[in-house]
């Protein structure tokens, strides 16, 4: 990853929790030494923005997803 991040932590597509402004790694961390996200119930999916965009776009928790085709994808 070379850009911050927002993450979108979805369950029954319904967004259950959000992760602003993940700061993207320096160039000589070692995979090891990467730090861990997760949210803090289970989830299904998430969604990765570029960092900013979940505020601009006012994503919040409750709000609930809709995935075109997602029969397809399964």
Known sequence: MKFDLDLIWIKDFTIQEITKNVPAP??????????????QTNV????????????????????KIIVKNWSRLQ
Do not use: F, Q, R
């Open 26 to 39: 320096s160039t000589n961390t070692t995979e090891e030494n990467l730090k861990l996200y997760s949210p």
């Open 44 to 63: 299904d999916m998430v969604l990765e923005l570029n960092a900013g965009v979940s505020e601009k776009l006012n994503i919040k928790a409750g709000d």
